[in-house]
């Protein structure tokens, strides 16, 4: 089994180093090429183009930055969908909107290969600690057959959410809402605490010591407190997205969310003020 | 040494009777007398008046519905400030305004005996279980003081979080504002899933098994997936309360809490649709 | 001078039948033919396809329900850019995202044809009266041109916005916006009012006959007052949607939008609940 | 009949001297005397303490900052209740809050003298050139009596509300709202506008000569077109008093008011960055 990987960022640079580890060989692509050189140093082929590394591979690992990007790699005639093996698998590992994952679905559908939603829950760090957690969804042969791919990609979980093609891009939209949400109530507790006068950090030990004793809030309310917006683990800017892509599944369902909205501002206003390339928690600026 | 104890509901009953189970004596009020019944079958001492309370006892502990209700209790001329014992001590646990517990602080100081802070967190069944959360703040001495008090009240923890005397009161504040965050937050995700036709229960496992592996997110999430919303542990129009005093405390801080307003207006709603006697969970039923 | 008109709804039949009524002479299109009835029972001719339409006009106005339906009925490839004469010109009345009117401008180019922008403000009773507004920009010549055509069609006003294609449609998603914005905080001032126990309308006719003596705010502050929802002359349903378009716009241009997110949620609220059909006015529905 | 006058700011200034113009003969009180001394100059008779005022007139105007001013003057042993002649008059121009109005005629008709709620509508120009409007309610013969010494104020209308005592207070605090919430929309639009790359000023021009052809729209849309927001008319933190007792007075009746939250959010942020003092039309300034 010959296994591609497409998208070598922050996130994806180590979960590719975890699948070439396991299988010794990796065929990967980039579109900034040089991006790739640490992993064809440790022994990955690199491809010219999408269309070259579809050609090769039985399963192909993506994790591209947005909609738009994954719909270009797959759609597009040198694409995948157009270009892989009957019968290849593309797991898509990107946060995306649902619906996009239902149109790829059918398009891979239609040039008989099989498309799996399998988008991961983590830090870097996590991927490096083979810490990850993978939503999937979809036909329950397919999710079995990645699962163990899954496994060398770094999981520490695998959770899956239905049968439904778009099922666990819904998850993953909404665990990144719940975050964020975290974050943003942490942030205006905390402003509250030392706006009077208090010791934010005695009273977010307590909390996070009992009812919220959980590695969101340990670890977000530390950034916090000592204010560490920077590097980020994963950009301000990037949870704009997320948050504009949960908006727009709201809408599309026809869904109250008033969380929603005001998440939405706060970031904005934090990339209006030049802090979309910091840490999202950096979300608390807004109210400075 | 004499302890007294007033305010005898859903969470002030259980913790009562923990102490007299520790301490054998307590006197008690309560100005609905039949509510003191229980604990007087156990052999608590009822008391007619706050002052005939007042009077005998060296520990005033006092667990009453809001600002008005301990104003009206402490500072009356028939109240615990003007007829404690000079250099006794009244244990508030009620949640109130950080201005509230500053004026009865400088109050009790005037009569020579001790104001002190001293908010719980924790539903009646954590009572019962000895299982509850104290937060404390003010003079040393005071905190040192009354530190065994609370443990015989109930008390796993006791969180010293400052000696400003209201420090304990802004940490309560800033808690129960963390949690109704996160219950609205689970409220809209769990909302969204289901309108996006996936499996919520299977999306709140993951999380709560994860990243989100904390007392809140697991209770609270079960409570919105089995939309079990009565018998009410803690009461939306309570938590409206406090959101009210979140609000107020931001806006005498000169704060900006913008989660404050849309949690404000959803709990509102819901206190309009007549779910105000519902647990404060019920929050989700402003999304349907 | 050959003219067409596609789109006959609530407010593009008072329109047409104003243009039918300059010149005699009139080709018309709906999705639902029977809607042209009254139309072609005035004179009008009735064509069988947007194509056959096309063909023949050397001016084409198009008053269609959103985005997705412009789009359908402009570059399909039998659709009006690819088949209208070269130098025909496409008058675009809907409320519409700016980025649609900048793709279809550059697609009528492509074709040697025209597109410019004038969506309209009034509602089917001001269309009658011939008190419309119209919002136009786009090439001086071009904007010249239909200025005739606009006072034909119903216009009071015709004003410029500009040289950019989608100038107008940004002025007519912000104009929208007021509106609404408007209905809202009356929708809330009302409410305030009558919950303290004062009389609204007393209040109301102070307000409208000082500092807000308009016409949004006597006409709408009356079917508040009134309650009077129903018939729609703009229907909420289609009030959420420009808000959405506005919010979008907003996320697009990295733009803050408070009050765009609360429009949003109280309209999806309202469309919740059943009143989608109602007039745009029952936003103040959210509030009961 | 004898007129005291208690309160000389910006907009108290003229109002008295309307009155002194109309009479002949006015006794002033103000907090910091110094700012007396142009009525003083004109011929009114400056007035040591409140008391000493109360005591020699028939009908007294305040002009207070906030509802703890007016409590002040109006409660203590030395304030106006206490001291006026029985059968007095005490007209409040303040922005309370309903409850208080309530209170404070309650306190009056102890000591038998009359307490009228007559908040005002207009800036210091708006003053001089005597077109300002008043809110009154109360008893009719009391607001029968004190029309005319409105006129002599500067009133261009006097507008009854109805014979609750608090009446005039609720609408003032309703307008105020509709105002300032009018002014966030037209600041949201304004940006979206000039985000997108178009001439704002086209599009205010069209929206305030049509739809919203009034004062408020047309003076403050200028104003934030050429964000003039110094000096200030009525300054920011006074806007953000405001918004805060409407605030108050929603969360009393058990109200919703979602626009409520949001604008008390954005004053508090541009107070929060130093523009208190701005007018309140700096309200734009959250949105940079």
């Known amino acids: 089994m010959q296994i591609g990987f497409i998208g ?19 065929f990967v692509f980039n579109r900034t090429a040089a991006k790739a ?41 040198d694409g995948l969908a157009a270009n892989m093996k009957e019968g290849a698998i593309h797991i898509s590992m990107s946060t995306i909107l649902p619906a996009t994952a239902i149109y790829l679905d059918s398009l891979h559908h239609v040039h008989r ?10 830090r870097p760090e996590a991927a490096r600690a083979k810490k990850l957690n993978f939503l ?3 036909k329950p042969v397919t999710v079995e057959t990645i699962t163990p791919l899954l496994t060398a990609a770094g999981a520490a979980g695998v959770w899956n959410i239905g049968t439904a093609t778009e099922a666990a891009n819904v998850a993953k939209l909404c665990s990144n809402f719940l975050i964020i949400a975290a974050i943003e109530a942490m942030a205006e507790g905390i402003n509250l605490a030392q706006k009077s006068g208090i010791d934010a950090t005695a009273w977010m030990n307590m909390i996070t010591s009992t009812l919220f004793a959980s ?3 340990k670890n977000y309310g530390n950034i916090l407190l000592q204010q560490a917006y920077e590097p980020a683990a994963f950009s301000l800017k990037l949870g704009l997205k997320d948050v504009n892509l949960i908006n727009e599944q709201a809408a599309e369902k026809n869904t109250e969310m008033p969380l929603g909205g005001v ?13 979309g390339e910091h840490d999202w928690t950096a979300i608390a600026l807004a109210l400075k």
Chains 1, 2, 3, 4 share one sequence.
């Open 113 to 122: 290969n099989i498309y799996v939603a399998a988008p991961v829950m983590g």
């Open 263 to 275: 998440l939405q501002q706060q970031l904005q206003e934090c990339v209006n003020k030049g802090f």
């Open 215 to 217: 590695p969101i809030y």
């Open 8 to 26: 070598l960022g922050n996130l994806g640079t180590p979960i590719a180093e975890n699948i070439l580890e396991q299988h010794n060989q990796l």
């Open 136 to 138: 999937v969804s979809g």
């Open 37 to 77: 050189q640490p992993l064809v140093n440790k022994g990955a082929v690199l491809c010219a183009t999408v269309k070259e590394l579809a050609q090769q591979c039985d399963v192909i690992f993506t994790m591209v930055s947005d909609d738009a990007a994954l719909n270009h790699i797959t759609k597009s005639e």
